[in-house]
């Protein structure tokens, strides 16, 4: 079975250009996640879709950075236009779902993709 | 608020020796834990988890942790580091919201 898929793995570029990430989660998981992960520290959630419905976008810096699931399959995250501050890795994870609005299944990580903005 | 705390920020042990990563949470109902590993370049692979019964757990790749209640604690153990271990552990908290809250990490490195 196919994991998470995520492209590209790394991605340079300037400040103040755009950049996009793409996420393929596993077949038939209804929920998908994108993390930010800094260098050092662990990974914090941007935000969650169950199917195509962003339930919880609390975290994600909408003035720059926006996401959409169409089909509730693939993911796109954008980031227009990308600062200093957005060096990090991104990760998709996908999961079966939620029971009750809780997670209580493990969720299953691509392998990143890595911005450096200079 | 919810979080998770690993207080090593760094740990290096020798091949063969025993290993305990620290995780502490903070959370009053019944929590939902994680222990994920990271190896460089790579994504989270989840080595055990605890929904609910017995306080210790068995993972994968020879880890157990034990879950206690009365210290808010979800240790990770290992009898026997083999090399391979180097990585970066996470302890992640199962929040009501749906969504993991993870620890800064712990970052493994093996002597041989």
């Known amino acids: 079975e196919a994991g998470v898929v995520q492209s590209p793995r790394y991605k340079i570029i300037e400040k103040k250009q755009p950049v996009a990430f793409w996420c393929n989660p596993i077949?038939?998981?209804?929920?998908l996640y994108w993390y930010l992960q800094n260098l050092g520290q662990g990974p914090e959630l941007l935000i969650r879709?169950?199917?195509?419905?962003?339930?919880?976008d609390s975290q994600l810096p909408k003035d720059r950075f926006s996401a959409e699931r169409l089909k509730g399959v693939d993911s796109t995250l954008k980031i227009q236009p990308a600062e200093l501050g957005d060096s990090a890795v991104y990760l998709c994870?996908?999961?079966?779902?939620?029971?009750?609005?809780?997670?209580?299944?493990?969720?299953?990580f691509g392998e990143g993709s890595r911005l450096t903005v200079l | 608020a919810q979080s998770v705390t690993q207080p090593d920020i760094h740990i290096t042990v020798s091949e063969g020796a025993s290993l305990e990563l620290r995780c502490n949470y903070s959370?009053?109902?019944?929590?939902?834990l994680f222990w994920y590993v990271q190896s460089p370049g790579q994504g989270l692979q989840l080595l055990l988890k605890?929904?609910?019964?017995?306080?210790l757990v068995q993972g994968i790749k020879g880890f157990e942790a034990e879950f206690k209640r009365s210290q808010s604690s979800f240790n990770l153990r290992k009898p026997s580091v083999h090399w391979s271990d180097a990585a970066e552990y996470f302890c992640?908290?199962?929040?009501?919201?749906?969504?993991?809250?993870f620890g800064k990490g712990t970052k493994l490195s093996v002597k041989p």
């Open positions: 994870a996908s999961s079966p779902g939620t029971s009750g609005g809780v997670n209580t299944g493990e969720l299953f």
């Open positions: 605890y929904f609910s019964g017995d306080t």
């Open positions: 959370y009053g109902a019944t929590p939902y």
């Open positions: 992640a908290y199962g929040g009501s919201q749906g969504n993991l809250i």
């Open positions: 077949s038939g998981h209804n929920t």
């Open positions: 879709y169950e199917n195509e419905e962003a339930v919880d």
